[in-house]
């Protein structure tokens, strides 16, 4: 079974940095054709796509946030870790993380499998 | 790049048709075929219903199709069920290998 699980604060101050963690189950991050991404969405907002990396380390990043956030992976836990800078009340948001699966070398950009979310608030 | 404009709501009857554009650009609609839709009820994740503008992941009902014509996709859902209601997000891969969403449309089932 697909599980991807979103831990981290749920409070953080205007100008800290954030760090989010996506705990992956069922599949390896690792795997040839796995992406996994970062979509947010602020209270009674739209979606907007953040970020995502693959399998074999290419990192994407949305043009209007990509001075601040990295994303990485940790193959030996199997997660992947977002980090957002500078961080501001218009960022309070449910953050999802949410899997990209290639299959058989066909190229699949969607999100088929995602987490259950996590709201993170800003505010001092 | 700019969110793909949406309705903001829509609404249909039980057992009608309703259809919900997404409005992109040459850069993203108009340029790939990997438009998504995605379902979310209140309080949960969003679901893939579309993918590859109309195909359909497995266990998603043939009363949700896909189609598009030029920088316009559009999801059609046949047969409105109360489970319907829910909000519908399009998305699409972009020509600079990014994604983007639309800003949502809220289904009503009357």
């Known amino acids: 079974q697909i599980t991807l699980r979103e831990s981290g604060p749920t409070l953080v101050k205007p100008t800290q940095t954030l760090t989010l963690t996506c705990t992956l189950s069922?599949?390896?991050?690792?795997?040839?054709?796995?992406?996994v991404g970062w979509i947010r969405q602020p209270p009674g907002k739209a979606l907007e796509w953040l970020a995502l990396?693959?399998?074999?380390?290419?990192?994407r990043y949305s043009p209007s946030l990509k001075s601040r956030l990295t994303i990485t992976k940790d193959t030996s836990k199997n997660r992947v870790v977002l980090t957002m800078t500078n961080m501001d009340p218009v960022d309070t948001a449910t953050y999802f993380c949410?899997?990209?699966?290639?299959?058989?070398?066909?190229?699949?950009?969607?999100?088929?499998?995602w987490g259950q979310g996590t709201l993170v608030t800003v505010s001092s | 790049q700019s969110a793909l404009t949406q309705p903001a709501s829509v609404s249909g009857s039980r057992g009608q048709s309703i259809t919900i554009s997404c409005i992109g650009s040459?850069?993203?609609?108009?340029?790939?075929?990997?438009v998504s839709w995605y379902q979310q009820h209140p309080g949960k994740a969003p679901k893939l219903m579309i993918y590859?503008?109309?195909n359909r992941p497995s266990g998603v009902s043939n009363r949700f199709s896909g189609s598009n014509y030029g920088n316009t996709a559009s999801l059609t859902i046949s047969g409105l069920l109360p489970e319907d209601e829910a909000d519908y997000y399009c998305?699409?891969?972009?020509?600079?290998?990014?994604?983007?969403f639309g800003g949502g449309t809220k289904l009503t089932v009357l």
């Open positions: 949410a899997r990209s699966q290639d299959v058989s070398g066909y190229f699949l950009p969607y999100f088929d499998s």
């Open positions: 069922g599949f390896p991050v690792s795997s040839s054709g796995v992406g």
């Open positions: 990396i693959y399998w074999d380390d290419d990192e």
């Open positions: 040459s850069s993203d609609v108009g340029v790939h075929k990997y």
């Open positions: 590859e503008v109309t």
């Open positions: 998305s699409s891969y972009t020509s600079t290998n990014t994604w983007v």
